[in-house]
């Protein structure tokens, strides 16, 4: 019994009349043990079958107050012989595994659906360029969908491994003192053609010479998915505006546009991966729906946060909000790793 006792799960030990000789707190908390005896006929159940052979026997089980209540609480219970005589029953609460694995079943899904969608449109057109061999006119068209397709699957691509490389383990294992003017005008370098495409003026204004502490290239995906979003989701021959400034000790920097707009309702989920307000448009202009999901990594990896306001049929502003790198007085480097540079 001193055994079970550490033993992380909720155990009873009851005897053969499922009279309980020893109930750790766990197991009074979450309902097994009522008045000496198991409280619930999955448990006296699980005793009796561990009892009858000498496996231990493992079974699902919702505690009678969850099930009212209608909480979303998972424990599975295991119940072995102990000694002749007695039998253990442990519950263990596996809820929040249980939760992630919601999360992660929703998420597959979306990747499939997203992944399929390409790909057959694919299909569809490798079929219709050999059917259409004779006609070159016919063929330079599919062909020319098949390469918007092929872009479509491989930002995908790109985006998954980008957004499973921000959820890893060791965020910020590159880290170092990041000026803020560099790592907006590398993100403007990687949009400036697109946005000349669509006649878009393109500018930086705010504070020079700010810096954050982070990594450099997980910042720079943050500020230039912002961009791709202000150049997607606005008309041509309107402006997008990069503002760097300081408020307190955090570093705002700022991305605005005079684009579309994100209705009221949809202003929360937006951060969500694969939410988009209009899936149509999200594709058309090479969306996926992960944009946005990755800048809120990147945020919270950083200690930071993004938020967005936005007037329908006016325009957005996405601010990041990021922990400023104060300077470290004269002499120092900003260039070099700051103390902090081992977090
Ligand atoms: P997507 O790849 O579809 O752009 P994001 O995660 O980057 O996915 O954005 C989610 C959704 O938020 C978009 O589909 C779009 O509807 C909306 N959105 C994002 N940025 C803007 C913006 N600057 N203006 C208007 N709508 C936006």
């Known amino acids: 019994v001193a055994a079970l006792s550490a033993v992380g799960a909720a155990c009873a030990v009851v005897d053969e009349d499922d009279v309980v000789v020893w109930a750790s707190p766990g197991a009074t908390a979450w309902g097994m043990v009522r008045a000496g005896r198991l409280a619930d006929p999955a448990l006296r159940r699980a005793a009796a079958e561990a009892r009858a052979g000498a496996e231990a026997v493992e079974a699902e089980w919702l505690p009678k107050e969850a099930r009212q ?35 992660r079943r929703d998420f ?40 918007r397709e092929v872009s479509r699957l491989s930002a995908l691509v790109i985006e998954l491994i980008d957004l499973s490389r921000l959820q890893g383990d060791a965020p910020l ?9 560099d790592l907006v005008s590398e993100a403007l370098d990687a949009v400036r053609t697109r946005a ?56 705002e920097i700022s991305v605005s546009d005079q684009g579309i707009g994100i209705p ?20 058309a202009t090479g969306g996926t ?26 325009g957005s502003t996405f601010t990041l909000r990021l922990p400023a790198q104060v300077a470290q007085g004269p002499g120092v480097d900003a260039a070099e790793p700051a103390e902090r540079g081992s977090r």
């Open 69 to 103: 209540r209608n909480l979303p609480v998972l424990l599975v219970i295991r119940a072995a012989p102990l000694v002749p005589g007695q039998t253990v029953v442990m519950a263990e609460d596996r809820s929040a595994a249980r939760r992630i694995d919601d999360v």
């Open 289 to 314: 729906g992960l944009g946005l999901s990755i800048v809120k990594h990147v945020c919270e990896n950083h200690g930071g946060e993004v938020t967005v306001w936005s007037a329908e049929g006016a």
């Open 173 to 181: 294992s590159h880290a170092t003192v990041v000026p803020v003017d």
């Open 108 to 147: 597959v899904a979306n990747v499939s659906h997203e992944l399929k969608t390409p790909v057959a449109a694919l299909t569809l057109l490798a079929e219709a360029v050999e059917d259409a061999s004779d006609e070159p006119e016919a063929v330079r068209r599919f062909a020319a969908r098949m390469g």
């Open 264 to 283: 009221e309702r949809d202003r929360q989920r937006i951060f969500e991966r694969f939410y988009r307000v209009d899936p149509a448009r999200s594709r």
């Open 196 to 251: 000349g495409a669509q006649l878009i003026d393109l500018r930086a204004t705010g504070e020079p010479g700010l810096s954050v502490f982070g990594d450099r290239d997980q910042l720079v995906m943050a500020v230039r998915n912002l961009l791709d979003n202000a150049i997607n989701y606005s008309p041509e021959r309107t402006r997008v505006v990069v503002a760097a400034s300081l408020v307190g000790d955090m570093v």
